[in-house]
């Protein structure tokens, strides 16, 4: 337990995604963003689907998967320092409801993108390669293993 902080986790990062109402929030963010794609006037249903999935792909592969450290001051002597979010979240213990949740959202969305662009080549592509790049730094597999060197230190 830390003496003189407002909350009693060692890292904070490990517990945000169980937050109360951190999913809903979650959730109305992509269709927040996903209206705001279907307001522009000259794009397309099945363009905006492919860009609502590459965008929130995007934006989670970059704050879960590239970002490392943490904001806080943490007494871990620097561990957290060298993982990144997701490695942190739930002390790195696989499988948990908000692991699954993260990892289902995605794949949800890319049903949905590829069902309302009837399965076009070219968005069935796009849209395939950003959930792969999404879902492949997920498995356990590639816990703490950086691919040729990349986001290292």
């Not at 951190?22 to 397309?44: A, D, E, G």
């Not at 943490?74 to 699954?100: C, I, N």
Request: glycine share 4%; aromatic share 14%.
């Amino acid at each position: 337990m830390n003496v003189g902080v407002a909350h009693s986790e060692v890292n904070p990062n490990t517990r945000v995604m169980n937050s109360r109402g951190i999913w809903l929030t979650y959730l109305l963010l992509t269709v927040v963003l996903h209206i705001v794609l279907l307001s522009i006037p000259f794009f397309t249903v099945p363009l905006v689907w492919t860009l609502t999935n590459v965008i929130h792909n995007l934006v989670m592969y970059l704050f879960l998967h590239t970002v490392k450290g943490t904001p806080f001051e943490t007494p871990d002597q620097g561990k957290a320092r060298l993982l990144t979010h997701w490695e942190q979240m739930d002390y790195g213990v696989q499988f948990t409801s908000s692991r699954k949740f993260l990892t289902i959202s995605p794949i949800i969305l890319y049903i949905l993108a590829s069902f309302y662009t009837k399965y076009d080549p070219t968005h069935f592509l796009i849209n395939t390669s950003s959930l792969l790049s999404v879902i492949l730094p997920k498995l356990p597999q590639f816990h703490g293993v950086r691919i040729f060197g990349i986001n290292k230190y």
